[in-house]
């Protein structure tokens, strides 16, 4: 088993990421280089315009690992059981709202 990563792409950045002949390259890099746990933001350089987070690198791990994670404000969050793994309060909220009515609706 290989390695899968997680990134977010805007779909408002699709027209500079067409435009882009190193976009690949840059998204490669930014894969191999998001080992040390912080998100790698992914530039695409369009004709007129560019993204500076045309893309972001979430998280990364082993095939045989879980990876929770979550899309939201141009970006994305790993939820870890670390409480200093930076992923805001209001999205942690979210996730265990989530996972509540999902218990409650199981009991149905």
């Not at 082993?62 to 404000?73: E, L």
Request: glycine share 12%; aromatic share 4%.
């Amino acid at each position: 088993m290989g390695w899968n990563t997680v990134a977010v792409i805007m779909n408002d950045a699709t027209g500079d990421i067409a435009a882009d002949a190193g976009f690949g390259s840059r998204l490669a890099k930014a894969m191999r280089i998001m080992g040390n746990g912080k998100r790698v933001d992914v530039a695409a350089h369009g004709e007129r315009s560019i993204h500076c987070n045309a893309a972001t690198i979430v998280s990364h791990d082993h095939a045989d690992g879980h990876q929770i994670v979550v899309a939201h404000g141009n970006t994305g969050y790993r939820i870890t059981g670390d409480p200093s793994d930076g992923v805001p309060d209001e999205v942690v909220r979210y996730v265990e709202t989530i996972l509540k009515r999902r218990k409650q609706a199981a009991k149905k």
